[in-house]
């Protein structure tokens, strides 16, 4: 399987997944734009609170295809952030207040610089979270020792998990991830991730397997607990359930499928102005395998930057990025609709 932009797909152009979002949404089906939710919330325009967060996107290169990244990630993906880069996030954070920074791709771990860049931010005295697909750490001999290196670093785990059996898994990410999952697992367990105690944190991201809401995010970290225990006696920390976003590989399986419009319309009638009040752009910076600035990841997908005076690395003004108006969409519904949908979570 190719990545959208390997094959020459219409929405690997990030305008016209825009387009697409806004037609469809605003003339085909006649919904409120949210922009318009935003403003009969008094949430418009949507601006941050205290940046805690910098999410940095490593590179778009992965050892899979999962069938809804909203990365379009995938071996054939060559965008790789340079050291050069890497390095001024280190001399903006060397300076900032932010404590958290969280790590992503694509597989992080792919990066030739990465193991440099965790140690760099792990010196400078920083949260480090590093978003492991799991299959990467037995993927290669090279990446076996990874669970050593993060902790080492006392870096936190977080791993997508799309079910807890071999069937829905396989099905979203490929064949054999479901048995690779469960190998990282159990090794990242043995070095006292996600043991009760250890301060080692490993925690699950579960988002649904097709073209519907996830289930309450407490239950479903019940039942996975359960069933991941007793089948395989495998142990973790907290459970974040994700509404898929319709960006990419995403919104081409929801066209493909005949499903975008009641996706779309249950994410609208969702809408629910607290999950607002606590979405993550409001926190966070999310910075590109470039340098580019953007207010989150899927924004970073659309191309939908901060304004030219500090849209790059080389350019970070905390006054400047403190004041700005977030960048919104059709997309944001994906993470308004009920509890709300972060990288953490749900937002209330």
Same mark, same amino acid.
């Given at each position: 399987m190719k990545s959208l932009k390997a094959s020459g797909h219409v929405l690997a152009d990030s305008a016209s997944q825009i387009k697409t979002l806004h037609d469809q949404v605003f003339e085909n089906l006649h919904?409120?734009?949210?922009?318009?939710?935003?403003?009969?919330?008094? $949430?418009?325009p949507l601006k941050p609170v205290k940046t805690t967060t910098m999410q940095i996107n490593v590179g778009k290169m992965c050892n899979q295809v999962? +069938?809804?990244?909203?990365?379009?990630a995938g071996p054939d993906r060559k965008e790789i952030m340079t050291r050069d880069t890497m390095q001024q996030c280190l001399d903006t954070l060397a300076n900032s207040d932010i404590t958290t920074v969280d790590l992503t791709g694509g597989a992080p771990e792919m990066?030739?610089?990465?193991?440099?860049?965790?140690?760099?931010?792990?010196?400078?005295?920083?949260?480090?979270?590093v978003r492991c697909n799991l299959t990467i750490i037995v993927a290669n001999p090279k990446y076996?020792?990874?669970?050593?290196?993060?902790?080492?670093? +006392?870096?936190?785990?977080?791993?997508?998990?799309?079910?807890?059996?071999a069937d829905k898994t396989d099905r979203q990410r490929g064949k054999g991830v479901f048995e690779d999952s469960v190998k990282a697992l159990k090794m $990242?367990?043995?070095? /006292?991730?996600?043991?009760? /105690?250890? #301060? $080692?944190? $490993?925690n699950l991201v579960y988002n649904p397997n097709g073209a519907f809401m996830p289930a309450p995010q407490q239950g479903l970290e019940r039942q996975f607990k359960k069933a991941l225990y007793d089948e395989f006696g495998i142990v973790f920390n907290e459970l974040f359930a994700i509404t898929n976003i319709p960006v990419s590989r995403y919104l081409d399986y929801l066209i493909s499928s005949n499903n975008y419009d009641g996706y779309?319309? +249950?994410?609208?009638?969702?809408?629910?102005?607290?999950?607002?009040? #606590?979405?993550?752009?409001?926190?966070?910076?999310?910075?590109?395998?470039? /340098?580019l600035l953007y207010d989150c990841d899927f924004n970073q997908m659309l191309d939908m930057e901060f304004a030219p005076a500090y849209n790059h690395i080389s350019r970070y003004d905390q006054e400047l990025i403190n004041n700005r108006d977030i960048l919104t969409?059709?997309?944001?519904?994906?993470?308004?609709?009920?509890?709300?949908?972060?990288?953490? /979570?749900?937002?209330?």
């Open positions: 919904l409120p734009l949210f922009e318009q939710k935003l403003e009969a919330a008094s $949430l418009f999962c +069938k809804h990244c909203h990365v379009d990066n030739p610089d990465f193991r440099w860049f965790v140690a760099e931010l792990h010196a400078l005295g920083k949260h480090v979270i076996n020792d990874l669970p050593d290196f993060f902790k080492e670093h +006392k870096i936190e785990v977080v791993s997508s998990l799309p079910f807890y059996n $990242l367990n043995a070095r /006292g991730y996600g043991v009760a /105690g250890s #301060g $080692l944190i $490993l779309m319309e +249950k994410l609208v009638n969702a809408f629910n102005p607290v999950a607002a009040t #606590g979405v993550m752009c409001r926190s966070m910076v999310s910075v590109g395998w470039d /340098g969409g059709q997309h944001c519904y994906g993470c308004t609709a009920g509890a709300g949908s972060s990288c953490g /979570g749900n937002t209330i």
